[in-house]
Structure formats: structure tokens, C-alpha cells
């Protein structure tokens, strides 16, 4: 007998196998199909730094929105799990020692208060201060919105090891980590007990002959091909999206950044083990001794690591303290390519984040001669020109799309799988789908928008 589904997902990360969730335990189907090519939440899901957040800057609300919504979901199935997920809102923690970077918070904070992520509170002496620390586990009873911290003291008070250059700090609360792995594998887990199957194979071509889905064709390691036929696909491939667009011949403005992380085993304790995530938003020179600069110098292969880096440099603790990680990323260099695996990097990668962490962490210096082994990984943002998601029915009838998550995928696969879900079984939809419908790019005027748009994605 021909194998069938009610529904194929083309890919098992985070978002296919939120899609896979909504779809059978919100929505009752129980004949799905999860196609993987590699092993579920291998390539891309398991690399990120797992955190979320709630703080986008517009345009409009869309996506403050979206986000908004999905923590609200991983709050209330952290509850229905027993905290299997360790969800942790210690914030974000945005650093600089510039005046006019910190005239710039308080715009953000400012803006942020309208788009719905919550009031902006200043404090601007250690001595007259109701600022509210972050806890170092959980997230119930904390602030929403942000705080402004306009006073040095009050800086190295509350948040030790902190450069004392930095003269403000916003720190965003509605933001943290969570173990993006369990929910990924809790999302599987609840599908497959609802009947959902999990197939390891490569989507090889879709039957769309008479405008719609008509099947599936899957080929299976050691080269076993079979086809299932099913009126709906959802494609959620995570990098190989491009890839399944243009056999599908649609065009959507989709393309992939290799961004990676490094993982640092933090023997020093140069970064506290109870931080918040912590960035540095000043433009950076890497420290270098006399006899280094002279050296690199020589070097043509090694100038630019003379060179003024941009803003962004970011790192959050992994682990109890004493026997903790830092876990660090910057994206100084994010050309725009087709994937390719095993990734390629930078060879200095680790040795320059370790030295731009230094500007907001002088601790780190310790860790310059001799530089330590570290772990480094990571994977492919793809994303749209503006850096939101695709969430919706292409222009074949049955396909759908929940993909190009970039580096918001673990924070906002709830609401992308639950809006997914919506559109599959023509449910009500919320006010922000046709923000993140592909359709949006088929409008003229939101094209000419894009550019000011990818201005204030958020991306980090």
C-alpha cells in the first residue's frame, strides 16, 4: 500500500517540530510525517546560544507581538512539564562606555515602552535606586520592560567583573534561556504520541501536478526511495530552504549567514556564573601588545585584526558556578553564502571574541597567552531582507512555510508553530500573520520598505 499523511513536515529542528506539535496536539491530526535528512535538532537547533527575548524595536508591533506570545507559551508548557525546559529570565544586559550609545538606550527603552515590552525605568544614583536584580534560576515575579542604569556604581553593585568604563547599562528583562534541546525533543515526543511518525530521509521533490499537493517523494539512507501522498507540506528545512524553494520554483527573498559560537570553560572566573546575558554596544580594537601589533602587522593575511571590530560582542554563563562556560558569540563578518557542511570559520574567530570580550570583561585577558582550547560550532541564520520570519501558505496550494527563523528561532518557534498550525487548519489567525506571511513580499511598497526595515530587525 501507498503510504499516506494528512500532513508531511519537510524537517525535524525546532521549527518543524513545534509545527509538528500545534498541528497534532492543538489541533488534533494524528497522520503527520516528520522527514528528517540528519538527526532531529541536530543542525542548526542545537548549536544557538538558547536564549529568548521579547525585545524588538518595529517597525510596528508584529514582532514584539509574536514574541510576546510565544514566551508566553514556553512559560505555560514549562509549567505543564515540570520545568523540564530550566527556563532562566535573567535579561539581557546591553553595555556601553560612550555618552551618545547611552542617550541611544534610552531611545530604545523609550520606543520598546510602545511597542509592548514594557516600561522603561531609570535609575540614576546608587544611593536612590529601586532597580530589582535578577535571580540567578527561574522567571516567576520578574520585571517586564527595562531598566536604565545611568550610574557606575550602581553598574558594578549589581553587576561585578563589568568593565568600570561602562558608564550605562539597559538591562531588558522579559529575555533569558531556557534547554532549547528538551523543547525540541518535547515537542517530538508529544507529536509521536499522538500518532505522529518520524521518517530519517531527504525530501527529493514534491507533487504538485494540477496546482496542489498530490505526494511527497522521500529517499531514505543506503537509497531507498518511497513517495507518500499527502494534500499538505509544511516546509520547515531550516538552511536547506532555498534549496526546496527552487525546486518548488518560488521566489522568496531567503538567504543564509554563518554565524558561530564559541564555548570557553571558565576556570578564571572572568564571567560571573549568575550574569545575565552581557553585550558590549561600542565598536571595539582588539588589545594587542607593541611586539603583536608589529607582528600582525608584517602580515597581510592578519592586518585586519588591527582594525576597529564592530559593536556586538556578546557572552552569557552556562552551568553552576565554579564550573561554568561562557558561551560567546560576534558577528563581525556574516557574509551572505550557500551552506556548506561541515561549516567554515575565521581561523582567529576564537582568539578575536575572546579579546573583544575583554573591553567588557578585562578578566578575559587572562585567558590571552596562551589562548585556551575552546569548542566552537554554530550554523546558519537564514532569513528574510528584514529579518522576519516565513509563516504561511505559498502560492501552491498545500504548501506551507514555517522557516527562516534566523537567529530567533528557539524564542519564537511556540507562536511560529501555533500560527503554522493556524494556517494549516484555516483557524483564526492573530493580528500579526500577515506580517509574517510570505504573501507581504508580493506588495510593491513593503519590498521599497525592506531596506529601512532590516535597519531595526533585532538581530543580534
Known sequence: ???????????????????????????????????????????????????????????????????????????????????????????????????????????????AQTLGVGPLRRHESAAHHCYVPHQASGWEDMPTGSDLLLDPVLIQQHFPGISPSAIAALHVRRCGWLRAQQLGAYFLEQARARGARLIRAKVSGIDTRGGGVRAVRIDEPGGTSQTIHTPRVILAPGPYLPEMLEQLKVDLPVACEC?????????????????????????????????????????????????????????????SAGNHYALALWTYHTPLLAPRFPLQWDPHLPEIIVRGLSAMLPAMSAYFAPLPKMTVDGGYYVKTPENRPLIGPLPIEGVFVNAAYSGFGIMTACAGGELLAAHVTQSPLPHYSDALAPARFDDPAYLEGCADAAAASGQM
Open 259 to 319: 554565524h558561530v559560537k564559541i564555548a570557553l570553560k571558565d576556570s578564571k572566573g572572568a564571567l560571573p556564573a549568575d550574569a545575565p546575558l552581557l553585550l558590549w554596544s561600542d565598536p571595539v580594537q582588539l588589545p594587542w601588545t607593541d611586539e603583536e601589533k608589529t607582528l600582525l602587522a608584517a602580515d597581510a593575511a592578519t592586518q585586519y585584526l588591527l582594525e576597529t571590530f564592530p559593536a556586538g560582542v556578546h557572552t552569557r554563563p552556562e552551568g
Open 1 to 111: 500500500m501507498t503510504p499516506t499523511a494528512e500532513a508531511v513536515v519537510a524537517g525535524a529542528g525546532i521549527a518543524g517540530a513545534a509545527a509538528a506539535y500545534f498541528l497534532a496536539v492543538e489541533h488534533g491530526l494524528s497522520d503527520i510525517c516528520i522527514v528528517e535528512r540528519d538527526e532531529p535538532l541536530s543542525l542548526t537547533s542545537d548549536k544557538s546560544t538558547e536564549c529568548y527575548r521579547n525585545w524588538w524595536l518595529g517597525p510596528g508591533t508584529a514582532m514584539v507581538d509574536f514574541a510576546n506570545r510565544s514566551i508566553d507559551l514556553i512559560e505555560r508548557l514549562t509549567e505543564h512539564s515540570g520545568d523540564r525546559f530550566n527556563l532562566s529570565r535573567r535579561g539581557y544586559l546591553f553595555l556601553t562606555a560612550e555618552e551618545t550609545t547611552a542617550k541611544l538606550f534610552e531611545q530604545q527603552g523609550k520606543a
